[in-house]
């Protein structure tokens, strides 16, 4: 199972980016999955979560009403859109997926991309 990120970058405070993760390698659709964020010196922290359906969504206090996680199991694609950024939540974004749903919020799924860069300008 392979993740990758893309769609991180260089944002001034008040933009937005979109986030993707592509997975591949997943022997079927029923992995619930999950963004985090690692800021340099902190510990990575939940962002946002995802059923496998689509119809069921988690996010963290901190972005709710700004961020919406989707995804479309046809392109095994999990999204991330980010609203009214902020220059603290500048940090390497991260994709997850397990088939467990607790597991991956929690952060301890099974499966991890390698990270986006996501920096935020004052």
């Known amino acids: 199972v392979q993740l990758v990120e893309s769609g991180g970058g260089l944002i001034q405070a008040g933009g937005s980016l979109r986030l993707s993760c592509a997975a591949s390698?997943?022997?079927?659709?029923?992995?619930?999955m999950g963004w985090f964020r690692q800021a340099p010196g902190k510990e990575r922290e939940f962002v946002a979560a995802?059923?496998?359906?689509?119809?069921?969504?988690r996010y963290a206090d901190s972005v709710k009403g700004r961020f919406t996680i989707s995804r479309d199991n046809a392109k095994n694609t999990v999204y991330l859109q980010m609203n009214s950024l902020k220059p603290e939540e500048t940090a390497v974004y991260y994709c997850?997926?397990?088939?467990?749903?607790?597991?991956?919020?929690?952060?301890?799924?099974?499966?991890w991309g390698q990270g986006t860069q996501v920096t935020v300008s004052s």
């Open positions: 997850a997926a397990d088939t467990n749903p607790e597991a991956v919020v929690a952060g301890t799924g099974g499966y």
């Open positions: 390698g997943l022997t079927h659709s029923y992995y619930t």
């Open positions: 995802i059923s496998w359906t689509g119809g069921s969504t």
